[in-house]
């Protein structure tokens, strides 16, 4: 897993404190810093399996031809895996600039969520990740100019089947639900969610298999809180989706902007555990425990 500089963070992570300081997190002192602080543990198990694919604007069968061709061909020459090793075996990301928007010019306008780590997040005015990479290159293909449009998650795909934007680009899974307003192209990436919990709650203490922690789940009420980012398939997870094949649990759902506020909310003591993709989830977890 990549090493993510906490610095990068700090911004959301400053934000993710602001939001994080309810009533739990002022009485208990849970939330302050320092050597004595909570820190967050990602469960090295995966509770589901899925494909993460891009999804391109229906009346653009040409661009999905396109992007097909352009999947294959990173695959095989080995770039896919450069920009993977990057992020997961510690290399250096390459910042991608996005231009401004003018319709009078041949544009790829893609959308995204950058607040996704590995997969998109910003440094600075430049925005990096994997989906970022492969945006850069995906427009260089094309011959035309990279526009990225940063929005909400769940307006993502909502956006391109408006024709607002080409292209959705943003670790999105594979449902039938979201085929509703994109055509996925072929998967690039294997995925799955993984349960992040303080580090001293022992509630999941020995559990080593997907079907136990699920167990573990299933039987917790609604008095406990987990944690998502909104409109992502944690929500799912927790919520239920007959699409996706989740059950959905009891405990409450507590969507949040970003998965890195709904972690900080949970170290607040506000949430009691959260549920995300499993690469952001060790990225979230590694900068803020780096802050703590």
């Known amino acids: 897993m990549k090493k993510i500089l906490a610095a990068a963070m700090c911004a959301v992570l400053a934000a993710g404190m602001i939001v994080g300081c309810g ?23 995966d509770l589901t399996s899925e494909e993460y694919a891009f999804g391109v604007d229906k009346t653009q069968p040409e661009l999905l031809e396109q992007v097909n061709t352009f999947i294959t061909k990173i ?33 790829l306008v893609v959308a995204t969520n950058a607040a996704f780590e590995p997969f998109e997040y910003t440094q600075g005015d430049a925005y990096v990740g994997i989906d970022m990479e492969i945006a850069a290159l995906l427009a260089e293909e094309l011959g035309q100019e990279l526009v990225i449009q940063n929005m909400d998650f769940d307006a993502v795909c909502l956006s391109v089947g408006q024709q607002k934007c080409d292209i959705a680009m943003a670790g999105l899974t594979v449902s039938e639900e979201r085929k509703e307003y ?4 072929d998967t ?65 759902c507590q969507p949040y902007k970003s998965g890195s506020l ?19 989830a060790a990225a979230i977890t590694e900068a803020i425990n780096e802050m703590r």
């Open 75 to 107: 695959k095989e020459d080995g770039t896919l895996d450069e920009i993977f090793d990057k992020y997961f075996g510690g290399g250096e990301p390459t910042p991608v600039e996005s231009a401004e928007l003018d319709t009078s010019k041949d544009q």
């Open 182 to 185: 994109v055509t996925f192209t």
């Open 23 to 45: 009533s739990k997190g002022s009485d208990g002192g849970s939330s302050d810093a320092g050597s004595g602080a909570k820190t967050a543990e990602v469960l090295d198990v």
């Open 188 to 252: 690039y990436y294997q995925a799955s969610q993984r349960l992040i919990v303080p580090s001293d709650d022992e509630t999941f203490a020995d559990m080593t298999d997907a079907e136990s922690i699920a167990a573990a789940l299933a039987e917790l009420d609604s008095s406990v809180k987990i944690g998502v980012q909104q409109g992502t398939t944690g929500q799912s997870y927790v919520e239920g989706s007959e699409d996706l094949g989740f059950a959905g649990l009891e405990a409450t």
């Open 262 to 280: 709904a972690v900080q909310d949970m170290l607040n003591g506000n949430i009691d555990y959260v549920i995300i993709d499993a690469a952001p």
